[in-house]
């Protein structure tokens, strides 16, 4: 149950937002015209897709993100119209349009995903500057998804060095030099796959105890207090300083797979909000993330499925 306590104050950070567009076609192949079904329009990217789901599920957020041009205009009517409440900073370029197309006589999902608009020195530092000139600094921050053309590595690292002097905890769930510039700094939370936790640790991760002992790294490092490795239909890692917990994947028919990390962030960050423990906030990751799994394309997950999943996500607790 939701605890009677504040809920904490959680901001979504999104450098990268996109029109994100879903259609289907009997087979993808090269040259031929592809005749498609109707298209999907939605707002995506890391951070808007968590404060979707964190908002379906009857949190509370601010997000934040650059948006320009005419696909920016169409992201702040649909952000507005499912009641995000979003600070956008004006961008010369033009928000990026990624696209899913689903292939009906497979069942393949093709995601093409633009690199999105480059950013000016001015336009990424004014986004650290508008986050430092916060009167109410959040209690969680959390930045997700990918880094523009133009913005610099380490720039998640200065989120993350951000954090520290307001006394705001960082959960982050991006990939590459990005990720391992920003860890390099401290996080609080973050949310890898398996392949972002090889790309991380530098060699081949091929058994259950080999990205164990990886994600436990992390933690005492110190590089994040709490490590949640996401690992499809193998399941979720939980490693905190207290232990190393698994849960199984649930046996769901997956309709698409888009978006199902970020709906695991959203879920888990909902509960953190309301109070609940860290492992009740990785439990309700769990069924939220599943519940992407039932939602076509860019769909993310609805607060009905991750509520009946709840009950069916058990946690085991290893012996290290």
Not at 155 to 168: E, I, P, T
Not at 175 to 180: H, K, Q, T
């Amino acid at each position: 149950m939701p605890s009677t306590a504040t809920p904490l104050r959680v901001l979504c950070l999104t450098m990268n937002p996109s029109v994100d567009l879903a259609t289907r076609t009997l087979q993808v192949v090269p040259t031929h015209k592809l005749r498609c079904d109707a298209t999907q329009h939605d707002a995506g990217g890391g951070g808007v897709n968590v404060a979707r789901v964190l908002t379906r599920l009857g949190g509370t957020c601010q997000a934040l993100c650059p948006a320009g041009g005419p696909s920016g205009e169409w992201l702040k009517q649909r952000m507005a119209d499912e009641g995000l409440l979003t600070t956008y900073l004006p961008l010369e370029g033009e928000t990026r349009v990624s696209f899913t197309v689903h292939e009906a006589a497979t069942g393949s999902e093709f995601r093409f995903v633009m690199p999105g608009p480059a950013l000016s020195d001015a336009e990424w530092r004014g986004c650290l500057q508008h986050l430092s000139d916060l009167d109410d600094f959040p209690d969680l921050l959390v930045a997700s998804g990918s880094l523009p053309p133009g913005v610099p590595v380490d720039f998640y690292a200065q989120v993350a060095q951000l954090c520290q002097a307001r006394g705001g905890r960082l959960v982050l769930d991006g990939s590459g030099p990005a990720l391992a510039a920003a860890l390099a700094e401290g996080v609080y939370l973050v949310k890898p796959n398996l392949r972002e936790l090889v790309e991380l640790a530098g060699q081949p991760l091929e058994s259950t105890e080999q990205w164990q002992a990886a994600a436990r790294g992390l933690v005492e490092t110190g590089s994040a207090e709490v490590v949640a490795l996401t690992l499809g239909h193998l399941g979720a890692v939980l490693v905190t300083r207290e232990g190393v917990w698994t849960a199984n994947a649930l046996p769901v028919k997956v309709v698409s797979a888009v978006g199902a990390g970020d709906s695991f962030v959203g879920g888990l960050v909902w509960a953190l909000q309301q109070g609940q423990t860290m492992l009740d906030a990785f439990a309700w990751g769990m069924s939220a993330g599943t519940g992407a799994l039932l939602s076509a394309s860019t769909g993310l997950c609805c607060a009905e499925d991750a509520v009946q999943l709840r009950g069916q996500v058990h946690l085991h607790r290893l012996t290290i």
